[in-house]
């Protein structure tokens, strides 16, 4: 294949979402026309603090929740680590031991092994085979110095959707808190924090067609907890410094048109994941797919091939004009691949060899055929220089 | 991130295979590291007339291999152990901090092979230096294999 043949495709939705026109539209105001400071008692104040308020209220309706339970902030991880550490600070008292889980995001685990150099004591549980915690683990692990429970909505690599109802319901029987980073579930997974028994949610504009650099923590009322940023009185005291105006008010209105069908877009998406699912694996021998068959996040696709490692594959991807991501090492600065691949029990030269396609809202049929004409010949091509190759996998070399 | 050099090689990688009738051959790396080099080399007189390779690892590890056979071939054996990572990286125009591990695998793939060559001819291997990858641990260079 020439590069003429060659068209873009972006399948790398978990990493980030494009924006949608509507959201930049809302956002729009707030740049020049209404600049002023929310915070301000004059009229110039007036419609940026009701952009801010109408935001907030779309935030909570789309979780099911108070608009006094919803703060913004600058992204997922601000989230993740203001959830941690500050319920850490507010409830040393009552005790020193958290709980989580081996395939959290970077933005949780160090979080947490941070507060372990601070002298708190964090569980880390194990995943099976598929990704999924077991509600019974967190069960056995909670002891009398446990304040918290963090676990994911949803695995961001291999897309597996977590038991939280049942986690949260035992959280809650041993009156612990539970925390959830649903950054990859909202837009996906309906979410009722009453219904799933939250006491904490992260969430992060740019997953789901918004703004980068904007985010919310969802505190339920009555939990205690501490501030990271001080400074101001913004949110209610809870978290300081000028608020983004134009950032909240696209946060507000793309979790609005996010959670307006979860069952119609899931379904859209999900037809063509698993077409692309059925496709590689038909095509592509000695390929596994990652993560659980059917629970999983509607657009996530994550497969390990074996003999080849996964920067080559999205090298070669890349030429071809497609966007998407691995759990190997060697996309990184360190040499351990994929904290995620290595929890669920596969032998690093899987997790080396590893491929993330997230689709999104863009994505076509056409598309999903696009890959599954590259994707073969680009496994085909890696495996032909590999040692690993068993020789009856290889096409004989001509001289 | 990578430059266009490194680009032509991993879309068009030179010398991929494995010579039958091989004189030497040396593998380095291993499965977990994420990288594994192995280059076959043919030597007339004291010449290396061909080389291939065969790698698992990333586009720096492939365009590094790509690199290092084509450079080899050709060379005498002295010559041939003297091209330093350095050199490999020069060849491809330079490569990204994180990646220059690859190039040290090349070279200790050629030198590998080289003292594959020279133990099989009943000399003494040469000393090889020190192993770049995994930060120099868990991957011995294995002369032997062939």
Same mark, same amino acid.
């Given at each position: 294949?020439?590069?003429?043949?060659?068209?873009?495709?972006?399948?790398?939705?978990?990493?980030?979402?494009?924006?949608?026109?509507?959201?930049?539209?809302?956002?729009?105001?707030?740049?020049?026309?209404?600049?002023?400071?929310?915070?301000?008692?004059?009229?110039?104040?007036?419609?940026?603090?009701?952009?801010?308020?109408? /935001?907030?209220?779309? !935030? +909570?309706? &789309? %979780?099911?929740?108070?608009?006094?339970? @919803?703060?913004?902030? #600058?992204?997922?991880?601000?989230?993740?680590?203001? /959830?941690?550490?500050? !319920? +850490?600070? &507010? %409830?040393?008292?009552?005790?020193?031991? @958290?709980?989580?889980? #081996?395939?959290?995001?970077?933005?949780?685990?160090?979080?947490?092994?941070?507060?372990?150099?601070?002298?708190?004591?964090?569980?880390?549980?194990?995943?099976?085979?598929?990704?999924?915690?077991?509600?019974?683990?967190?069960?056995?692990?909670?002891?009398?110095?446990?304040?918290?429970?963090?676990?994911?909505?949803?695995?961001?690599?291999?897309?597996?959707?977590?038991?939280?109802?049942?986690?949260?319901?035992?959280?809650?029987?041993?009156?612990?808190?539970?925390?959830?980073?649903?950054?990859?579930?909202?837009?996906?997974?309906?979410?009722?924090?009453?219904?799933?028994?939250?006491?904490?949610?992260?969430?992060?504009?740019?997953?789901?067609?918004?703004?980068?650099?904007?985010?919310?923590?969802?505190?339920?009322?009555?939990?205690?907890?501490?501030?990271?940023?001080?400074?101001?009185?913004?949110?209610?005291?809870?978290?300081?410094?000028?608020?983004?105006?134009?950032?909240?008010?696209?946060?507000?209105?793309?979790?609005?048109?996010?959670?307006?069908?979860?069952?119609?877009?899931?379904?859209?998406?999900?037809?063509?994941?698993?077409?692309?699912?059925?496709?590689?694996?038909?095509?592509?021998?000695?390929?596994?797919?990652?993560?659980?068959?059917?629970?999983?996040?509607?657009?996530?696709?994550?497969?390990?091939?074996?003999?080849?490692?996964?920067?080559?594959?999205?090298?070669?991807?890349?030429?071809?004009?497609?966007?998407?991501?691995?759990?190997?090492?060697?996309?990184?600065?360190?040499?351990?691949?994929?904290?995620?691949?290595?929890?669920?029990?596969?032998?690093?030269?899987?997790?080396?060899?590893?491929?993330?396609?997230?689709?999104?809202?863009?994505?076509?049929?056409?598309?999903?055929?696009?890959?599954?004409?590259?994707?073969?010949?680009?496994?085909?091509?890696?495996?032909?220089?590999?040692?690993?190759?068993?020789?009856?996998?290889?096409?004989?070399?001509?001289? | 991130?990578?430059?266009?050099?490194?680009?032509?090689?991993?879309?068009?990688?030179?010398?991929?295979?494995?010579?039958?009738?091989?004189?030497?051959?040396?593998?380095?790396?291993?499965?977990?590291?994420?990288?594994?080099?192995?280059?076959?080399?043919?030597?007339?007189?004291?010449?290396?007339?061909?080389?291939?390779?065969?790698?698992?690892?990333?586009?720096?590890?492939?365009?590094?291999?790509?690199?290092?056979?084509?450079?080899?071939?050709?060379?005498?054996?002295?010559?041939?152990?003297?091209?330093?990572?350095?050199?490999?990286?020069?060849?491809?125009?330079?490569?990204?901090?994180?990646?220059?591990?690859?190039?040290?695998?090349?070279?200790?793939?050629?030198?590998?092979?080289?003292?594959?060559?020279?133990?099989?001819?009943?000399?003494?291997?040469?000393?090889?230096?020190?192993?770049?990858?995994?930060?120099?641990?868990?991957?011995?260079?294995?002369?032997?294999?062939?």
């Amino acid at each position: 294949m020439n590069d003429k043949d060659q068209r873009p495709v972006y399948m790398d939705h978990a990493a980030t979402t494009f924006m949608k026109p509507e959201v930049l539209a809302a956002m729009a105001p707030y740049f020049s026309r209404y600049f002023g400071n929310p915070s301000s008692l004059y009229r110039f104040a007036r419609e940026s603090r009701k952009g801010v308020e109408e /935001a907030r209220s779309q !935030v +909570a309706t &789309a %979780l099911g929740a108070e608009p006094e339970e @919803i703060s913004f902030c #600058a992204g997922g991880s601000e989230a993740d680590n203001w /959830a941690i550490k500050g !319920v +850490a600070s &507010a %409830l040393r008292e009552k005790g020193d031991h @958290i709980i989580t889980t #081996a395939i959290e995001h970077h933005a949780v685990l160090h979080t947490c092994e941070a507060l372990e150099k601070q002298g708190y004591r964090v569980t880390y549980l194990p995943v099976d085979e598929f990704g999924r915690v077991d509600p019974g683990d967190v069960e056995d692990a909670i002891t009398d110095r446990t304040i918290l429970v963090s676990v994911m909505t949803a695995n961001n690599e291999i897309g597996t959707v977590q038991p939280i109802t049942e986690i949260g319901r035992v959280a809650h029987a041993h009156g612990v808190l539970f925390h959830t980073d649903a950054v990859q579930a909202v837009g996906a997974v309906p979410i009722d924090v009453d219904a799933l028994g939250i006491d904490l949610l992260s969430l992060s504009g740019h997953k789901f067609y918004g703004p980068k650099g904007t985010g919310a923590l969802y505190i339920r009322r009555g939990t205690r907890i501490e501030s990271l940023i001080h400074g101001g009185g913004q949110e209610r005291g809870r978290r300081a410094g000028t608020e983004n105006v134009p950032g909240i008010a696209g946060l507000g209105r793309a979790i609005e048109l996010a959670t307006a069908d979860i069952e119609g877009h899931n379904r859209r998406i999900a037809a063509m994941r698993d077409r692309l699912i059925r496709g590689v694996l038909g095509s592509i021998p000695d390929t596994r797919l990652n993560g659980h068959p059917k629970q999983r996040l509607q657009n996530n696709a994550n497969f390990s091939f074996r003999y080849v490692e996964g920067e080559s594959i999205l090298l070669l991807l890349d030429a071809h004009g497609i966007a998407a991501s691995t759990g190997s090492a060697c996309s990184s600065a360190s040499l351990e691949p994929s904290h995620v691949l290595l929890a669920i029990g596969l032998p690093h030269e899987e997790a080396h060899g590893s491929l993330r396609l997230t689709l999104g809202d863009a994505n076509t049929e056409d598309d999903v055929d696009y890959i599954l004409e590259v994707l073969p010949e680009v496994i085909g091509r890696l495996r032909q220089i590999s040692p690993l190759t068993p020789a009856c996998a290889r096409v004989p070399e001509a001289d | 991130m990578y430059t266009d050099v490194v680009m032509e090689h991993i879309t068009n990688p030179q010398n991929v295979g494995e010579l039958a009738d091989a004189d030497g051959v040396g593998e380095v790396g291993s499965p977990a590291c994420g990288d594994i080099m192995r280059i076959s080399i043919k030597v007339e007189g004291d010449r290396i007339t061909d080389a291939r390779f065969r790698t698992f690892g990333c586009a720096a590890a492939i365009a590094s291999s790509s690199m290092a056979t084509g450079m080899v071939r050709g060379k005498s054996l002295i010559e041939a152990w003297a091209i330093s990572n350095a050199d490999v990286v020069d060849a491809l125009g330079g490569l990204p901090p994180a990646k220059v591990h690859c190039s040290v695998l090349a070279r200790d793939a050629i030198r590998a092979a080289i003292n594959d060559y020279r133990t099989r001819q009943g000399l003494d291997a040469w000393e090889m230096g020190s192993c770049g990858c995994c930060g120099g641990s868990g991957c011995g260079s294995r002369p032997e294999n062939g």
